[in-house]
């Protein structure tokens, strides 16, 4: 069986001979559909579409000449093949102006038949295929020329002159749809009356602009209006006198309406057809996908602008790299500023020459950890000196790939300030500590001064003079004692370190307090962690900073109340209540590096005020009479000297905590 060839009609009053054709016509590949009579045949045409219709002329009632006429009226472009042994040179050329384009003299073979039905189909197929392509080519060059232009105003005005081109309109005009959806605005127009032009509002609810907005439908207008079925809705919008044809579409964004277009001519008997019609709808939809595009695209210049103003004005300095990050993309102004190259310079520059550590900050965004903070390091001026700044890193993805985004920011001035104020803070404290210092020595020394006098008196008894001796010693055992205690302070001696269980530790301080406890009515808890890991220290400094706290926390209580001990490893990510604590020594550091061991000595006593947490791990600051204000200061510094935190967290009338962090012995 050969391919599929097309469609045939064949109509033959001869059962005998529409059945040859029907057998020989399939057997070339084609779908055959046959018909007795005019009336059927053209019941045939109704129903489907043919390639080709092979009429017999001489038919009883309706010959084939009438059949002719009839498919002529309906305007049904099929060729046609006459089959007829009778027919004179007239009717043949009659039936050729009908639109026969083949003859076949009965009889006829089949062979014949099949060839001349190719022959005509195909010659169909190509003209239908040379007229798709004549009809697309203006098509596809009107939206070339639509789409290529990203100006507003000349999109509009190119709209205009293609339709008045297109359909030979002799008015045309482009309307858009108001953001209330109240009225439509004439954007661009052409042939218009004087009283109308660019900027005119037309509304909505009174003109036949507005009736195809809300309708969704085409509108076309002669002067024979009257025949249509809209007549009643649309009497007081017809045409202006001047006009004869008038034709409105409506401009289509999906489901959304932009707006309409409209064109009109004034010329007698020109009226628009049908075809212009479905031409200016065509029309309509290459303009609203021009027109979305060119909105798009302003909406992505506009935010595009935004950003790289952002970008160039920010006040800190802001550097976007390649994926692989040794290439400038764009730079602000603000970082020409820092770095003291150019714009230009830096675009050519390799990002490494100004910010040496760049590797090294590119490493923490790809390893995700960028957002957790800024990163100090230094930038290369163009001059060749280092700024300090704090630098963060993001990846920002573009399409398939990724790019960095290095924020610069300037903390040369801040360190400066922080330095001064640093300064500040050791001088004030070196003059809190000379005073204190003079005053805890100036008490003994006054002490020694008045017993060295009263022994130069010669006429003392011996006992006096053994009790001033006595004394005198005493006093001298406590500067020494005091001065051992600043010295320890400023230098704690940490010979002797060795790997330390600190749950020992804990058990051998509470074991000397124990008594004491008992007797104030203080309940003790211990949560000691069996399987804790040792500590390297000093084991007697140790104890002392267990027994400093430890007495603190007994001392603040001193109606009785619950001292808690805790020993544990710290968590992977840290302690969760960290930001609660203020550290010893002010300011922020970076946790210790896992693993770390925690002690923690709470009491419920009285607790200490907000203003005065800062202070306690001040030298000689003491809120007890006859403290000397060196225990706090000595933990810290105790603490310090083994590479460890200690934390404070206190509320008034709820107690006291304190933790201290260690690393755990290697």
């Given at each position: ?42 019941e ?95 098509v ?16 509009y ?46 509304p ?19 002067t ?62 290459q ?38 990050g ?20 830096l ?19 790809v ?23 704090a ?42 500590l ?19 006098r ?86 007697g400094?140790?104890?002392q ?21 805790r020993?544990y ?32 000595i ?26 000397l ?29 304190f ?7 290697h």
């Amino acid at each position: 069986m050969s391919s599929w060839a097309g469609r045939v009609l064949v109509v033959d009053d001869d059962p005998q001979l529409r059945d040859l054709c029907r057998q020989t016509l399939a057997r070339a590949g084609f779908v055959v559909t046959t018909a007795a009579n005019a009336p059927m045949a053209l019941e045939a045409l109704d129903q489907s579409s043919f390639d080709l219709i092979m009429v017999d002329l001489a038919m009883p009632e309706v010959n084939g000449l009438q059949l002719l006429e009839q498919i002529r009226l309906r305007d049904i472009s099929v060729p046609i093949l006459i089959a007829s042994g009778v027919a004179s040179v007239e009717q043949i050329a009659y039936a050729m102006r009908l639109g026969a384009r083949g003859l076949l003299i009965k009889p006829f073979r089949p062979h014949e038949l099949a060839e001349i039905a190719r022959e005509l189909v195909a010659k169909r197929q190509a003209v239908r295929v040379s007229d798709r392509v004549a009809a697309l080519r203006p098509v596809l060059q009107i939206s070339q020329h639509l789409l290529a232009d990203l100006d507003l105003a000349r999109l509009y005005a190119l709209i205009i002159e293609t339709v008045r081109v297109e359909i030979n309109a002799e008015r045309a005009s482009l309307m858009l749809l108001e953001p209330d959806e109240q009225a439509l605005r004439i954007v661009a127009c052409t042939g218009l009356p004087d009283t109308v032009g660019i900027g005119t509002l037309v509304p909505v609810a009174h003109s036949l602009s507005g009736w195809v907005i809300q309708h969704r439908q085409p509108l076309l207008i002669d002067t024979q209006v009257t025949t249509s079925p809209w007549f009643a809705e649309l009497h007081q919008h017809l045409l202006a006198p001047e006009l004869t044809t008038a034709l409105s579409v409506p401009i289509m964004a999906g489901e959304r309406a932009l707006g309409v277009l409209n064109a009109a001519k004034a010329t007698p008997h020109a009226a628009f057809t049908i075809a212009d019609q479905e031409l200016l709808q065509l029309l309509a939809g290459q303009a609203a996908v021009a027109l979305e595009n060119v909105r798009l695209y302003s909406k992505v210049s506009r935010s595009e602008a935004r950003y790289r103003a952002l970008l160039r004005h920010a006040s800190d300095a802001v550097l976007l790299l390649d994926a692989t990050g040794t290439t400038v993309l764009d730079a602000n102004l603000a970082l020409a500023r820092l770095s003291g190259y150019s714009s230009e310079e830096l675009l050519a520059l390799d990002p490494r020459r100004f910010l040496p550590t760049l590797p090294q900050l590119l490493g923490t965004a790809v390893n995700g950890r960028s957002e957790q903070s800024e990163i100090e390091t230094m930038l290369c001026t163009a001059a060749g000196h280092e700024t300090a700044v704090a630098v963060s890193v993001s990846v920002v993805p573009d399409g398939d790939q990724r790019l960095f985004l290095v924020i610069a920011r300037d903390i040369s001035e801040r360190q400066r300030m922080a330095r001064e104020l640093a300064q500040a803070e050791k001088l004030a404290a070196i003059g809190r500590l000379s005073a204190s210092m003079a005053h805890e020595i100036n008490n003994p020394l006054q002490a020694l001064s008045n017993t060295v006098r009263l022994l130069r008196n010669h006429d003392l008894p011996p006992d006096r003079r053994d009790l001033y001796l006595t004394k005198a010693a005493a006093e001298l055992d406590s500067l020494i004692h005091r001065v051992q205690r600043i010295l320890d302070l400023s230098r704690p001696n940490l010979d002797g370190r060795r790997p330390v269980d600190l749950n020992q530790v804990v058990h051998d301080v509470i074991a000397t307090y124990r008594a004491t406890m008992m007797a104030r009515g203080i309940k003790y808890i211990g949560e000691l962690t069996s399987t804790l890991p040792w500590v390297t220290a000093v084991i007697g400094h140790l104890k002392q900073v267990c027994q400093t706290l430890v007495q603190n926390a007994i001392e603040a209580m001193p109606n009785g109340g619950t001292l808690r001990i805790r020993t544990y490893l710290r968590p992977p990510d840290g302690e969760p209540d960290r930001a609660l604590f203020w550290r010893a020594g002010g300011g922020t550091r970076q946790p210790l590096p896992d693993p770390a061991v925690i002690l923690e000595i709470s009491d419920t006593g009285v607790g200490i005020a907000q203003e005065e947490v800062p202070k306690i791990f001040e030298p000689f600051y003491s809120t007890r009479f006859d403290g000397l204000g060196l225990g706090l200061p000595l933990c810290y510094s105790i603490i310090d000297f083994h590479g460890g935190d200690l934390l404070v967290h206190s509320q008034p009338d709820q107690g006291t905590t304190f933790r201290v962090v260690l690393p755990v012995s290697h």
